[in-house]
């Protein structure tokens, strides 16, 4: 089954046994009655499984081409859950350029319980072998990177991992398995935020983990249902709903996005652009081997290079909304270094290239013509 055959169908067989319902219905409830103790119908209380929430990550799995999802309220719940595999001593070699939220709960939370964390710039796979040691435990990979859409090697990454026997996991949020699938290159886990283009409408909040080994997923099932950081029914319904026109919305994410990333280039007022798809992207190659196309985000800065200008720009913009996350159908603008980032150190975060002027484009699914106009009026200086 292909792609697009696949985001609609698959992992969906026999979703409504009761009445042949084509979308599976919202099991809006707590738990559910046994006929004995211990016998019922596959699920019992909702935290342990609820049968939208398995819809749901069945679908994922299928895209994803992993054997099993799981689901969680949220992208960061489900990082801390991939975390709890760990035990104090462990230690973990992390991109050095990544989602701030990922950043904060390293090295706030986990770090704090003996966990510790090098932050590395993977731009070349070999840099993490100087970090391992026989404390290593896990390598964190997030390609392309957010915001400076740096890329990753990830087969060769995953390569490294496996002959030192590392876990390799991979958020796949920018990307999403419509243009990429890293546990077909080697990666143990999978992690996305889902509120971002897999639920696509910025209506939902979750996460999401993909595996392709049964003993890893066991584990990960446990922690979800011991933990309880679940999705309600309501959301993977909205979730679902997102997967199936994932394939139509990305493609047009990445249309547009190439468009606005090669106006910005040659806009007098911009001065560097961060996008993957530019054949002088230091790791361009590499993207295009293991993407299928660019994705739809950008980076740019202003000739001005001060947070004064960037907030100039954000703030004439009337298509694109100035608003944290991604992904969704509408055009977002965001200012890291105060918004997604800010909980990095400003000296930590400038040496990976978010300085102050930073601004960050998810570029949405409207009309090119518009997005444009919206970007060269704000830019005019």
Aim: hydrophobic letters at 40%; charged letters at 20%.
């Amino acid at each position: 089954m292909k792609f697009n055959t696949k985001v609609i169908h698959g992992g969906q067989e026999n979703i409504d046994p009761a009445y042949n319902s084509v979308m599976p219905p919202i099991y809006q409830t707590s738990t559910f009655k046994q006929s004995s103790p211990g016998d019922h119908k596959g699920f019992e209380y909702a935290r342990s499984g609820n049968p939208t929430r398995t819809a749901f990550e069945n679908a994922l799995a299928s895209i994803e081409n992993g054997s099993d999802a799981i689901a969680f309220s949220s992208g960061v719940a489900a990082i801390d859950a991939v975390l709890k595999l760990l035990k104090s001593g462990d230690e973990v070699i992390s991109t050095n350029d990544l989602y701030g939220g990922s950043y904060r709960i390293f090295k706030t939370i986990f770090q704090g319980f003996g966990i510790k964390f090098h932050f590395v710039d993977m731009s070349m796979a070999s840099h993490i072998e100087d970090y391992i040691n026989e404390n290593t435990k896990m390598v964190w990979v997030e390609t392309p990177t957010n915001p400076m859409m740096n890329i990753i090697d990830i087969k060769a990454v995953a390569a490294i991992a496996k002959k030192t026997n590392l876990l390799l996991a991979v958020d796949n949020t920018f990307a999403t398995p419509y243009l990429q699938r890293p546990l077909d290159l080697g990666a143990d886990i999978v992690m996305h935020s889902a509120t971002k283009y897999l639920g696509g409408h910025s209506d939902v909040i979750m996460g999401a983990l993909v595996v392709n080994n049964k003993t890893l997923a066991d584990r990960l099932f446990f922690i979800q249902k011991a933990s309880g950081a679940i999705p309600g029914p309501q959301d993977c319904f909205l979730a679902l709903r997102g997967i199936k026109t994932l394939h139509l919305r990305v493609q047009r994410h990445c249309e547009n996005g190439k468009k606005v990333a090669y106006f910005l280039k040659n806009h007098q007022s911009v001065d560097k652009v961060y996008w993957p798809g530019f054949e002088d992207h230091p790791n361009h190659s590499i993207a295009s081997r293991q993407m299928d196309d660019y994705g739809g985000m950008v980076s740019f800065t202003t000739i001005k290079d001060t947070k004064e200008s960037a907030v100039a720009v954000i703030s004439k913009l009337k298509v694109f909304t100035l608003a944290e996350s991604l992904g969704g159908v509408e055009s977002l603008a965001g200012h890291p270094a105060t918004m997604t980032h800010a909980s990095i150190p400003k000296t930590e975060r400038e040496k990976t290239g978010v300085v102050d002027s930073l601004i960050r484009l998810s570029v949405g699914i409207e009309d090119i013509d518009d997005l444009i106009y919206d970007l060269d009026h704000a830019l005019s200086f």
